[in-house]
């Protein structure tokens, strides 16, 4: 294929694809693809692992819809509405998708890229290194949030299964009373008819 074209059908796949972040870890492709159908047609869904995390739990997808606008819609109403995926507590942020958050996209034509090792002594040495040490700085602080964030989940997961076992028994004790006849006994007793 010519390199001009297929780079274009490559931004065309930008145009329809949107970039989700804060995502949970719990989050599967069925999950998204079912929250996202909402909108339009999900063609393909793919994670983007954290690799600065230790347990590399991936924080970000890119969901490519079927067309542009519909990439726009979700876009849009994620930005107007807190989305919350599968109860977690954390709201998804969407944006529209850019060409660098893509692992697989091919080269632009005509661009000619090179790499080179520095010198200790010139002065783009010492840049590179206060950003190497900013992004280990940063990476520290996004997992010590990450394991903030999970412990958070865990917890509200946990009220949530308690919430659903407390229902679940009421509604079995309310089975059980009008199973019984109490409640007709009750209703004749106090008159009130339901």
């Not at 001009?4 to 719990?26: G, H, M």
């Not at 903030?148 to 949530?160: G, P, R, V």
């Amino acid at each position: 294929m010519d390199p001009t074209k297929e780079y274009d059908e490559f931004l065309k796949r930008v145009k329809r694809t949107i970039y989700l972040d804060n995502i949970s870890p719990a989050a599967t492709e069925s999950v998204l693809k079912a929250a996202f159908n909402q909108f339009g047609n999900v063609t393909r869904v793919e994670f983007i692992s954290d690799l600065m995390q230790p347990n590399g739990y991936p924080q970000a997808v890119l969901v490519e819809m079927e067309n542009e606008d519909q990439a726009k819609q979700v876009a849009t109403e994620m930005h107007i509405f807190p989305f919350m995926i599968g109860g977690m507590p954390r709201p998804v942020r969407a944006k529209s998708a850019t060409v660098e958050m893509f692992d697989d996209r091919p080269s632009k034509p005509g661009r000619k890229i090179q790499c080179r090792w520095l010198n200790p002594k010139e002065p783009d040495f010492e840049v590179g290194m206060k950003i190497k040490n900013l992004v280990k700085k940063h990476a520290a602080e996004a997992s010590f949030l990450l394991e903030q964030q999970l412990a958070e989940e865990e917890k509200l997961s946990t009220k949530q299964d308690e919430a659903l076992g407390l229902l679940s028994q009421k509604l079995k004790l309310l089975d059980g009373v009008c199973a019984d006849g109490s409640v007709k006994q009750l209703t004749e007793y106090y008159r009130c008819y339901i």
